[in-house]
């Protein structure tokens, strides 16, 4: 009887140390799980982060359906049906602060501050792009130019001929086919190598 009693107790002994030691290994490897789900998300936030910043020339294209989803319909309309938004109810016709403006579909830098100016027609005006190797002009169905972004093929407006600007063209381009970015973003941004096309702009 005392010897059944001794292995019974011993038994029991054995079973609480075993069980002790499961449950530290449980813990140890959910914590370890914890932490790393928590450094992946962080690493990847970061990542999405960074795909969006700035602009890289070797980013893909989103496609249709995604750029559907991400962009507002009015953008949508706009840079892939060739929609035109209504003047003077749009909001970028009168802003004037320094920045530049790039392509809502890829963030390419399109326009500066530097050249933009108030014709008196509601709607962001430039008297030039920023390159004009990023832009294809082509005249479309109202024998109108339309000026495209090359390589989103966004539709942003049209170019007129205007000889009261210094180039002789006015580009004329809807707000919700850019995105404004304030010189004092531009670094977080991601387009610190362009703050040399934008100059304070006085013009009211």
């Known amino acids: 009887m005392e010897e059944e009693s001794l292995d019974e107790t011993i038994g029991s002994r054995v079973t609480s140390e075993e069980k002790a030691t499961l449950s530290t290994y449980i813990g140890v490897g ?19 982060v960074k795909e969006v910043s700035g602009f890289d020339p070797n980013r893909p294209i989103q496609s249709d359906a995604a ?26 016709w009168n802003k004037f602060e320094p920045g530049i403006y ?39 169905n109202t ?6 972004a090359k390589r989103s093929n966004a539709h942003l407006g049209h170019v007129f001929q205007d000889n009261t600007t210094p180039t002789g063209k ?3 381009i809807n707000s919700a086919a850019l995105k404004f970015i304030p010189t004092a973003e531009m670094e977080h941004e991601g387009y610190s190598a362009y703050t040399s096309a934008v100059t304070p702009v006085t013009q009211k």
């Not at 959910?30 to 999405?48: D, E, M, N, P, S």
């Not at 507002?72 to 209504?86: F, I, M, Q």
């Open 170 to 172: 006015r580009y004329a």
């Open 30 to 48: 959910l914590a370890v799980v914890l932490i790393l789900g928590a450094l992946y998300f962080f690493f990847f936030a970061r990542t999405k």
């Open 67 to 92: 750029l559907r989803a991400r962009l507002s319909a009015e953008a949508y309309h706009v840079v892939r049906e060739n929609g035109t938004e209504t003047a003077f109810k749009n909001k970028l």
């Open 143 to 148: 024998n109108r130019t339309e000026v495209h």
């Open 102 to 140: 790039v392509d809502v579909v890829t963030g390419e830098p399109l326009f500066s501050s530097a050249d933009k100016f108030d014709s008196g027609t509601g709607r962001p005006c430039f008297t030039k792009p920023i390159s004009l190797d990023a832009l294809i002009e082509q005249p479309d």
